[in-house]
């Protein structure tokens, strides 16, 4: 098999997920509101203090992996209407869309 260097065509292929993680942080304790005898009614909301959005997904991780040690792996997935910036990202990586 020939290394994507020699003829610029991808020699490894990855299909899976494209998703976003999104990292919240919140101050407090869970245990602090929840009342561990009504654990079978519970219905909580927390307040955060911010959130973070990450390029994620097993394939899309994969992919950028590979291609931070050189390779030019294809990918192959669904990606929904906020995919630009990522599928932008991964290209500029070399990682064949």
Known sequence: MESAGE???PTIVISGS????YIMTYPG???DHIIPDKTHVLSVSFLFDSLRRYRGGVAGNIAYNF???GERPALVGAGGSDFADYRTFL???G???
């Open 7 to 9: 003829s610029g065509r």
């Open 18 to 21: 494209l998703a976003f993680d």
């Open 29 to 31: 304790s869970f245990q």
């Open 67 to 69: 291609a931070l040690l």
């Open 91 to 93: 290209v500029t990586l």
């Open 95 to 97: 990682v064949d869309i």
